[in-house]
């Protein structure tokens, strides 16, 4: 199991620092760099001050090398400045990154706690009028545009009925410390963002819920648990949901990319201030160094969860074994 | 199924027409047909193709162009009437009658003689018309016989723009961009599907076919890809520019850059998932005694993954393929939502609802209504492949 993990663990690191490669590589190709940017705002720029500048920032050489310059700075600690915020990154990315956790925390726990009762449900009632519903409700979940479903929401209940906030992450001015407050306060800028981004969720997780938990009532252990004359609920949950979970954790842990995509979507329509917002726009503004740590940041966190569940399963499904 | 199983009682001409053969394309076709939202799905997606095919066609028809702007007219309501300014409107006069002075003249002539119209001058009268409301001019002409008023009036025709659904913030017709929206839109679903497909098939394929090393890098490419938090590196992608890529600087300045763009960018991180369902089938394949029949007959590798593999597999995919385009569908819609996929003034459906968004809340028909197609194209995929899953699956053969 340990060595698995160890295994497991250096794989991702390699993962990482490849892609952070390939992205590094391809933010070079994007449209402007610092020095470009400089010479818009300074009219009176000459081309041996840019030559100059080109030179300091190591804009000159090619891209391994800078990538290897980028990766000592990094290595040393030092994550660069935001030139966008003008603060440095490593401050920037805490409180962003906490905000995305509670968004993603309050979506996943949503989608679960609505798609895994009626998927169970409408697994145990199959072709009844309550499972056709459910079935077209999770197609609808898979099939909707998440950014099209939050402006929906956002026409209904923050223009039309004025219930909630339509975007933003708390109210400004509103103090920290006071706790029930604040934490009112962001529940209800949660509300609308976590509802949007776990539809998709909800879609995906009640269709896998369904079939899995069909598949597994349909075993011959099913048959024998109900001869051996355990209760109702014992076969349910003992005997078919046990069975039904293996599957469901696989979901579970593929979502957590998708949950992270989704974010970054959901974030930007609501302009909730999270890691998603965060490498959209830092990416469309040309903040270099922010996009590429928010970038390795958020690739990580999905790959870390990734590997949490494949741990997961060898809790839930004793025949697995880590070699 | 399993949880009704109960007897039912049934005539000898109804057994007789359960056991009767029945070949496989048509016991996949019935039970195709039994999946009514899958049916409905079918006739959804056949009628967006249409639409999509006959795209110009109905701008022929309705005399509405997609790319048309008219800064006066910007937000109009559902199902409004636009008027061109007097100053088109005499500029058009001016073209009728210079370019068909005789037939100007003698209509001048009747409408003044007539007394329809009272100019300062005789040689107003025809500006002195149209300088008047489109339907009373329309009144007016249609009381004048001969070849030309019906030719005035076929221009006249064309003073007032009929918008069903209103205009966007450029003030171009809703409905013939929703129209030139579904073309762009399912064909780079259409497109992605199909090719991501494929680059599946063969990867899988071979990774599948050959096993050991080649299988193992294929594999955890594709496991890799499938992690990955794939917005934000298709974000990181959609923002290269062009130029900076050698050997692409011949696409920048076409006006369809974007959209080869976005379908290589959807298609990189779309095919995974073919991959893993071939090789999956390629590898049951591996082993059944038909292959080897075909290797002992000396068949070599192309012959025995294309001939005898692939036909086993194309039912597995057809499922996918359904599902994919709807995927590519939302995929294209979110990366043009974000500014990023398919650019101005080619309409899609995802760019027209990040155009949308200004000013959502004094134009909510433009955000509701591209989004209610995206939904009803890909609902409708996602039940079709649903539903021809069910169809081909051997396991749910119900006879």
Redesign the interface.
């Given at each position: 199991m340990t060595t698995y993990i160890i295994r497991r663990l250096i794989q991702t690191v390699v993962v990482i620092v490849l892609l952070s490669y390939v992205c590094f590589s391809l933010m070079t190709l994007m449209p402007g760099d610092p020095v470009e940017l400089m010479i818009q705002s300074n009219p009176k720029i000459t081309s041996e001050d840019v030559a100059r500048l080109r030179t300091l920032y190591g804009l000159d050489q090619p891209s391994y090398v800078r990538y290897f310059n980028w990766v000592k700075t990094i290595a040393a600690g030092d994550l660069g400045y935001s030139r966008t915020y003008r603060i440095p990154v490593s401050e920037l990315m805490g409180p962003k990154l906490l905000n995305t956790f509670y968004l993603s925390l309050a979506s996943l726990l949503l989608s679960i706690l609505i798609s895994v009762p009626l998927g169970i449900y409408s697994a145990l009632h199959p072709g009844s009028k309550a499972d056709n519903a459910v079935n077209f409700f999770a197609f609808a979940g898979i099939s909707v545009p998440s950014f099209w479903l939050a402006i929906m929401l956002i026409l209904t209940f923050s223009v039309y009925y004025k219930i909630f906030p339509a975007g933003g992450t708390f109210t400004i001015g509103i103090d920290e410390n006071q706790s029930w407050d604040y934490f009112w306060d962001r529940s209800k800028y949660l509300v609308l963002p976590t509802v949007s981004l776990s539809y998709q969720s909800i879609g995906r997780f009640l269709r896998f819920t369904r079939s899995a938990m069909l598949e597994a009532m349909r075993n011959d252990y099913i048959r024998t648990a109900k001869a051996k004359g355990l209760s109702y609920t014992r076969v349910i949950w003992g005997h078919g949901f046990r069975n039904a979970l293996i599957p469901l954790i696989t979901i579970l842990a593929l979502s957590f990319s998708s949950l992270f995509s989704g974010a970054v979507i959901t974030e930007t329509v609501f302009a909730y201030q999270g890691v998603g917002k965060l490498v959209y726009d830092s990416i469309i503004g040309n903040d270099f160094n922010v996009a590429m740590v928010s970038f390795i940041i958020s690739v990580a966190m999905v790959l870390l969860f990734n590997l949490i569940a494949d741990i997961l399963y060898g809790v839930v499904d004793p025949r697995i074994s880590y070699k | 199924?399993?949880?009704?199983e109960k007897t039912k009682v049934i005539t000898a001409e109804q057994r007789a027409e359960m056991e009767r053969f029945q070949p496989m394309w048509k016991i996949v076709l019935t039970q195709f047909f039994e999946h009514r939202?899958a049916v409905i799905g079918l006739a959804v997606i056949s009628f967006f193709i249409f639409v999509a095919l006959m795209a110009p066609v109905i701008a022929s028809i309705t005399g509405l162009d997609s790319e048309r702007q008219n800064a006066l007219n910007r937000y109009k309501p559902v199902n409004s009437y636009v008027t061109v300014s007097t100053d088109e409107r005499e500029a058009k006069v001016t073209e009728f009658i210079r370019d068909h002075a005789e037939e100007a003249n003698s209509l001048q002539a009747e409408l003044i003689a007539k007394g329809l119209v009272q100019p300062p001058r005789p040689e107003d009268a025809l500006f002195d018309l149209v300088g008047k409301d489109p339907q009373e001019t329309l009144k007016i002409l249609s009381q004048v016989n001969g070849e030309p008023a019906l030719h005035l009036t076929k221009i006249v025709n064309n003073f007032e723009s009929h918008h069903w659904l209103g205009t966007d913030e450029l003030g171009r017709d809703v409905f013939i961009r929703l129209v030139y929206g579904t073309r762009v839109s399912m064909g780079v679903g259409i497109l992605v599907a199909l090719a991501s497909s494929l680059i599946g098939l063969l990867i899988g394929a071979v990774a599948g076919y050959y096993g050991g090393f080649i299988d193992t890098l294929l594999m955890r490419l594709t496991d890799?890809l499938?992690?990955?938090?794939?917005?934000?590196?298709q974000?990181?992608?959609a923002?290269?520019?062009l130029?900076?890529?050698p050997g692409l600087g011949f696409l920048v300045g076409d006006e369809n850059q974007s959209i080869y763009k976005l379908v290589f960018i959807l298609v990189l991180f779309s095919w995974m998932t073919v991959a893993l369902l071939v090789r999956g089938s390629i590898l049951s394949l591996r082993e059944r005694e038909f292959i080897l029949a075909a290797k002992t007959l000396g068949a070599n590798d192309s012959t025995i993954i294309f001939r005898h593999m692939f036909p086993n597999v194309v039912a597995p995919m057809l499922v996918s393929v359904t599902l994919g385009v709807?995927e590519s569908i939302?995929w294209e819609?979110?990366l043009s939502?974000?500014?990023l996929g398919i650019q101005q003034p080619t309409p899609s459906w995802g760019n027209m609802?990040f155009n949308?968004?200004d000013l959502?809340?004094e134009a909510?028909f433009l955000?509701?209504l591209?989004?209610i197609l995206?939904?009803a194209t890909?609902?409708s995929?996602?039940?079709l492949g649903?539903g021809l899953q069910d169809a081909i699956d051997p396991k749910a053969i119900r006879r």
């Open positions: - | 199924m399993s949880t009704n939202m890799s499938l992690s990955l938090p794939i917005l934000p590196i974000i990181v992608i923002a290269i520019d130029n900076k890529v709807g939302l819609a979110a939502f974000l500014g609802l949308a968004q959502m809340t909510p955000a509701i591209p989004g995206i939904f890909t609902i995929f996602n039940y649903d």
